[in-house]
């Protein structure tokens, strides 16, 4: 079974240019989750989705943070414009619903914003 | 507010020695108690869980925590270290029973040759 695959593993970029994340979890894991990992911080999670349904998304910066998972299946993340405090490893993960929470997670973007 | 504590950022012990990480949480309710496992430039791998039930947990690559309610711990062990196992080590805590759950800092486990 293949886990929770992301693209792409590393991006560089320059301030106030736009940057977007992508992740598909592992086949039938209804339930996907962002989460920012700052150096030397554990993952705090940006946006859960239930399907295609954002049910909380109380820690994203919406100014400047996006995220669609249009068909309850793959999710992206996109920033505009990014900023140096943004330089963090974005992680995807997913689980099953009413499986005590156990969540994969896919490798991780990392993210230097220049 | 539910919270989790990891003592000591880097922890370093002998190969062959025990190694012990150090959890506490808050929590007003019985928790999800949780240890993740991450290896440089990789997501997190979850080693063991406690729900409901025995509160020694039995986890991959012999590694074992105990669940302790009047300590409001949930340390991480090995009874021998291996080299393999440098890497950094996460506790995480659920106490509303949803699909939240909150990170600790991490510990970052170095294995001394």
């Known amino acids: 079974e293949a886990g929770v695959v992301q693209s792409p593993r590393y991006k560089i970029i320059e301030k106030k240019q736009p940057v977007a994340f992508w992740c598909n979890p592992i086949?039938?894991?209804?339930?996907l989750y962002w989460y920012r990992q700052n150096l030397g911080q554990g993952p705090e999670l940006l946006i859960r989705y239930e399907n295609e349904e954002a049910v909380d998304d109380s820690q994203l910066p919406k100014d400047r943070f996006s995220a669609e998972r249009l068909k309850g299946v793959d999710s992206t993340l996109k920033i505009q414009p990014a900023e140096l405090g943004d330089s963090a490893v974005y992680l995807c993960?997913?689980?099953?619903?009413?499986?005590?929470?156990?969540?994969?997670f896919g490798p991780g973007t990392r993210l230097t914003v220049l | 507010a539910q919270s989790v504590t990891q003592l000591g950022s880097h922890v370093s012990v002998s190969e062959g020695a025990l190694v012990l990480l150090r959890c506490n949480y808050s929590s007003s309710v019985p928790p999800y108690l949780f240890w993740y496992v991450q290896y440089p430039n990789q997501g997190l791998q979850l080693l063991l869980k406690?729900?409901?039930?025995?509160?020694l947990v039995k986890g991959i690559n012999g590694f074992e925590a105990e669940f302790k309610k009047s300590e409001t711990s949930f340390h991480l062990t090995k009874p021998s270290a291996h080299m393999s196992d440098a890497a950094e080590y996460f506790c995480a805590v659920n106490t509303n029973r949803d699909d939240k759950i909150i990170f600790g800092k991490g510990t970052r486990l170095h294995i001394l040759p």
């Open positions: 086949s039938g894991h209804n339930t």
């Open positions: 993960a997913s689980s099953l619903r009413q499986q005590y929470n156990e969540q994969f």
């Open positions: 406690y729900t409901t039930g025995a509160t």
